[in-house]
Structure formats: structure tokens, C-alpha cells
């Protein structure tokens, strides 16, 4: 069994919360107003929800497309309040560049699009088990955003990239990685097979996560989420068109499960 991970930011808060209360340092009154500031905080435009954390085992995600630097600036600081995970979605180099003058230690991941935090604990201690492949140099974007969600999770994840069924010699040559995964997210546009070979040469779930990467008739991922939703091999999740975020965090959450 692999040792769990250490208490969130939040749950740390609660217990100082508890123990200022027991030792007489603050007040019931002042402890019911600090509990009532973790369910969430009501910026007017953005009502951040700070229990995420506690539900879910993961803070809350910014989505950062189509949003204003000034608001992401604002809610990242108070997710930063209660967690010491940040994770943006879909933004921009000039939204990095912004926030970094106001937010230390963050990172920005220029395939994906992603700004965040990267973990304090060391690779060697993270939970091993995920995988993430994609077919193409054209799904990395995609895989880096499942990527960075699944790590961002507490999970070493072992990439390989460009294993498409194009060249079906490339895919075996990782077979043992492969085979040694707890779960496997694949990326793939095109006609979307990558998903149904790889979960028949493995023993875990596989999330296949289609692109919209390829010519006309791949409909903007149309055609490779209808071949994963029908494929005959058993065991395949399939996540929305371009959804690397929503199949790391599926990924991540599975792999907790073999703490």
C-alpha cells in the first residue's frame, strides 16, 4: 500500500481554527466567521468555492479562456488563500506574464496553456501508476493538459508521445510501460483508434480523450469520439473533444484509489 498523502491547505486551516478555539485565542464568534469564509468567497463576478478541497481531494480550476487577467488575478489569490495548489486552464503567455508580478512560484506550460503551482513534494514521492500517450505531435497539447492535472493530483505521470496506430511498431515498443500502468489516459484525433488498441493490450481502465486534430471529415473530433464511444474493447471512458483536463483528473482520482 502506498503511504497517503498529507493533509490539504484547507484541513490545516480547520485544525488551527479548532485549536485557537480550545486554547481560548479566538473567540466562537470569531471561529464561526472563519469557518463561514471557507465555504466560499463572493467576488461579485466569481464566487470561488474554497470546500472543493475537502469534497473532492483537489481545489478549484480556473478556466481561464475568455476571462479578464484582472479577474484571474483575484480569484487565483484566494484559491491561494486555502490551498497551495493553483491550477489555470486555456490561457495565455501575457496571463502568465501579469500574474507572475503578483503570484511567486508559478509556472506556465506553453503546449497546454496551463499556469500553476508546481508541487513541493519530491518526484520520488509522488504515486506512480499514470500514463499519458497520444497519437500525434498534434495531441500534445491535450495530453500535456491531462498531464499536468493528473500530477498537479500527486501522481508521477509517464508520458509517451507520438504512438499513434499509423506506425503500430512504436506503440508495442512501450508495452511494458504500458502494461505496469494503473490507468492509462490516450489522446488521439484522426479516426481515434489509439484508445481501443491500447486498452486491448492492458489490464486497466483506459480514458480516451478525442481531439479535434485532422482533415475535414474527422468533423473537429466528431469522428474520433464516435469510434471511441463504439469501440468493442471493454474497459474505455471516453471524455469530451480536447478535454485533457476532465481525463487527467479522472486519471488522478482512479490512481488514488491504489494508495
Not at 188 to 209: D, F, K, Q, R, Y
Amino acid at each position: 500500500m502506498r503511504k497517503k498523502n498529507t493533509e490539504s491547505a484547507i484541513e490545516k486551516i480547520i485544525e488551527d481554527i479548532l485549536k485557537n478555539y480550545r486554547s481560548k485565542a479566538m473567540s466562537e464568534e470569531q471561529c464561526v466567521s472563519e469557518i463561514k469564509n471557507l465555504y466560499f468567497q463572493d467576488l461579485g463576478y466569481a464566487k470561488p468555492d474554497h470546500h472543493r478541497a475537502l469534497r473532492r481531494g483537489f481545489p478549484e480550476v480556473i478556466y481561464g479562456s475568455g476571462k479578464k487577467p484582472g479577474h484571474i488575478l483575484e480569484i487565483a489569490q484566494s484559491i491561494l488563500k486555502y490551498s497551495d495548489i493553483l491550477l489555470i486552464t486555456r490561457t495565455e503567455q501575457s496571463v502568465y506574464n501579469y500574474l507572475k508580478k503578483y503570484i511567486e512560484n508559478i509556472k506556465y506550460n506553453e503546449d497546454a496553456g496551463l499556469i500553476y503551482t508546481p508541487l513541493k513534494i519530491p518526484e520520488n514521492k509522488l504515486c506512480p501508476g499514470v500514463t499519458v500517450i497520444c497519437a500525434g505531435t498534434t495531441d500534445i497539447p491535450v495530453a500535456e493538459e491531462a498531464a499536468v492535472t493528473a500530477y498537479l493530483m500527486g501522481n508521477y505521470v509517464n508520458k509517451i508521445y507520438d504512438v499513434g496506430v499509423a506506425g503500430l511498431h512504436r506503440l508495442l515498443n512501450y508495452r511494458k510501460d504500458l502494461q505496469s500502468s494503473s490507468v492509462i489516459v490516450a489522446v488521439a484525433g484522426m479516426e481515434g483508434a489509439l484508445p481501443s488498441v491500447v486498452s486491448s493490450m492492458v489490464g486497466c481502465i483506459v480514458i480516451g480523450v478525442p481531439t479535434s486534430v485532422g482533415y475535414g471529415a474527422s468533423l473537429s473530433g466528431l469522428s474520433p469520439l464516435f469510434t471511441m464511444l463504439n469501440s468493442c474493447s471493454p474497459g474505455i471512458l471516453v471524455c469530451n473533444i480536447d478535454n485533457g483536463f476532465g481525463a487527467g483528473y479522472c486519471a488522478g482520482m482512479i490512481n488514488k484509489k491504489f494508495e
